[in-house]
């Protein structure tokens, strides 16, 4: 049959046996002379080859050599109508569109994924429309739970899939009606599958984004209060003397007795006030918020979605102890914090800098909780208030 030989080429051309090297690959060029620089630039070909999260994508390449073994084996026995033959057709193009986005030409290795996992439910959902009722009924556990994973409790379609399943329990036998039923529903379902995941890529493209500015703030902060150290000095006045994060003096001795005299609380505070004391408070913000992101882990469980949820929220919280940090002592000397307006030593002031940084944790706990939620809705065992509201039976009120 035309449906069998194309596939089966196509396979063949876009998916090398194992242990082999694509012909239009890096990896298939001819070595160099040089052993050594020819292994230094094949391991280079290498990462770039298999860029992308190597687990997933397999995953994702095992399903479709699946789906397409089960399509040939249901077309294999003789010719089909022709309406059966365009569906069987469009079935195996969308399977090679899915092995061609798994393949390692993309810059973006969590798009491909999408776009492969997109191709593959296309594929699947032509299946059903070509399997047998008795093949559509052995099928029907998967469908239902699927459906009642990503459809709302109120949805017409999962409410006549619920029906259809208690129908055939009973003993019913599908009918081509309800495969039709089935068969939109898990549409339906699938494309809001995608729209959790591609929700998830948002967060965490916002997160990264967020954290890239407060990164970039902070820098600039440390650099400007490095140029100009008296500008907005980080000092403290005890009563002994001036204190600030990396320099000290004592007013009232023999020494500073002359540099202090006649001059404002203010100018004492910039002539004290060192290059160092931004960048070293910012430094120890930043190593506090370290601590508690990965104190933060305990909490995390992960993704299993090829976006990186866990690290942008890691990431996040670095540049927020930084600022946090200096906020935080910026309060104090403003005395807004009353009976710690002033500190003793450049040790104290530090270790309020280690304090503000972890306490950063207070602010990024909201979008952490954002997060797990963000993440549980894309589906899955792990239960969330979100799901349990939709997916379970209402409670007698």
Same mark, same amino acid.
Request: proline letters at 6%.
């Given at each position: 049959?035309?449906s069998?030989?194309?596939?089966s080429?196509s396979?063949?051309?876009?998916?090398?046996p194992?242990?082999?090297?694509?012909?239009?690959?890096?990896?298939?060029?001819?070595?160099p002379?040089?052993?050594?620089?020819?292994?230094?630039a094949q391991? @280079? &070909?290498?990462? @770039?080859?298999?860029?992308?999260?190597?687990e997933?994508?397999?995953?994702l390449?095992?399903?479709?050599? /699946?789906?397409?073994?089960?399509?040939?084996?249901?077309?294999?026995?003789?010719?089909?109508?022709?309406?059966?033959?365009?569906?069987?057709?469009?079935?195996?193009e969308?399977?090679?569109?899915?092995?061609?986005?798994?393949g390692? /030409?993309?810059?973006?290795?969590?798009?491909?994924?999408?776009?492969? !996992?997109?191709?593959?439910d296309? =594929?699947?959902?032509i299946?059903?429309?070509?399997?047998?009722? !008795?093949?559509?009924?052995?099928?029907?556990?998967?469908?239902?739970a699927?459906?009642?994973?990503?459809?709302? %409790?109120?949805d017409?379609?999962?409410?006549?899939?619920? /029906?259809?399943?208690?129908?055939v329990?009973?003993?019913?036998t599908?009918t081509? &009606?309800?495969r039709?039923?089935?068969?939109?529903?898990?549409?339906?379902?699938h494309?809001?599958h995608?729209?959790e995941?591609l929700?998830?890529?948002?967060?965490a493209?916002?997160?990264f984004?967020?954290?890239?500015?407060?990164?970039?703030i902070?820098?600039?902060?440390?650099?400007?209060?490095?140029?100009?150290?008296?500008?907005?000095?980080?000092?403290? &006045?005890? $009563?002994?003397?001036?204190?600030?994060?990396?320099?000290?003096?004592?007013?009232?001795?023999?020494?500073?007795?002359?540099?202090?005299? $006649?001059?404002?609380?203010?100018?004492m505070?910039a002539?004290?006030?060192? !290059?160092?004391?931004?960048?070293?408070?910012?430094?120890?913000?930043?190593?506090?918020?370290a601590?508690?992101?990965?104190?933060s882990?305990?909490?995390?469980?992960?993704?299993?979605?090829?976006y990186?949820?866990?690290?942008?929220?890691?990431?996040l919280?670095?540049?927020?102890?930084?600022?946090? =940090?200096?906020l935080? %002592?910026?309060?104090?000397?403003?005395?807004?914090?009353?009976g710690?307006?002033?500190?003793?030593?450049?040790?104290q002031i530090?270790?309020?800098?280690?304090?503000?940084?972890?306490?950063?944790?207070?602010?990024?706990?909201?979008?952490?909780? !954002?997060?797990?939620?963000?993440?549980?809705s894309?589906?899955?065992?792990?239960? &969330?208030?979100?799901?349990?509201t939709?997916n379970?039976? =209402?409670q007698?009120?």
């Amino acid at each position: 049959m035309e449906s069998n030989s194309t596939p089966s080429d196509s396979t063949s051309s876009t998916s090398p046996p194992s242990g082999a090297t694509p012909s239009n690959s890096p990896l298939s060029a001819q070595p160099p002379t040089d052993s050594r620089r020819y292994g230094r630039a094949q391991a @280079r &070909n290498l990462r @770039r080859y298999e860029r992308g999260q190597w687990e997933l994508r397999e995953a994702l390449r095992s399903r479709v050599i /699946e789906l397409e073994a089960l399509l040939k084996s249901k077309t294999a026995p003789g010719p089909l109508a022709p309406c059966d033959q365009v569906l069987a057709d469009q079935a195996f193009e969308s399977l090679d569109e899915a092995k061609r986005a798994l393949g390692h /030409e993309h810059g973006r290795p969590a798009a491909h994924i999408a776009v492969a !996992q997109t191709k593959l439910d296309v =594929a699947y959902i032509i299946l059903l429309r070509l399997l047998t009722l !008795q093949d559509v009924t052995a099928h029907l556990p998967g469908i239902v739970a699927f459906v009642k994973e990503h459809l709302p %409790l109120g949805d017409e379609r999962r409410a006549h899939v619920d /029906e259809i399943a208690l129908s055939v329990r009973a003993g019913d036998t599908l009918t081509e &009606n309800q495969r039709e039923v089935l068969v939109d529903a898990s549409t339906v379902a699938h494309q809001v599958h995608l729209k959790e995941k591609l929700r998830v890529r948002s967060f965490a493209y916002i997160v990264f984004g967020v954290t890239a500015a407060l990164a970039v703030i902070a820098t600039l902060i440390a650099l400007a209060g490095a140029a100009s150290p008296g500008t907005v000095p980080l000092c403290f &006045n005890p $009563g002994v003397g001036i204190v600030c994060a990396t320099a000290t003096s004592t007013a009232g001795t023999a020494g500073n007795g002359d540099r202090f005299a $006649g001059r404002s609380l203010d100018q004492m505070y910039a002539d004290v006030a060192s !290059q160092w004391d931004y960048p070293v408070v910012e430094l120890v913000g930043l190593v506090a918020a370290a601590v508690a992101a990965a104190a933060s882990l305990r909490r995390i469980h992960g993704t299993s979605t090829p976006y990186n949820v866990p690290v942008a929220l890691a990431l996040l919280k670095l540049p927020t102890g930084a600022l946090t =940090a200096l906020l935080g %002592l910026l309060l104090m000397r403003g005395e807004f914090i009353p009976g710690l307006s002033a500190l003793d030593s450049s040790a104290q002031i530090i270790a309020w800098a280690v304090i503000f940084g972890y306490a950063q944790q207070l602010f990024t706990r909201f979008v952490d909780n !954002q997060a797990q939620l963000v993440l549980n809705s894309v589906g899955g065992p792990v239960t &969330n208030p979100g799901k349990t509201t939709r997916n379970s039976p =209402a409670q007698p009120g």
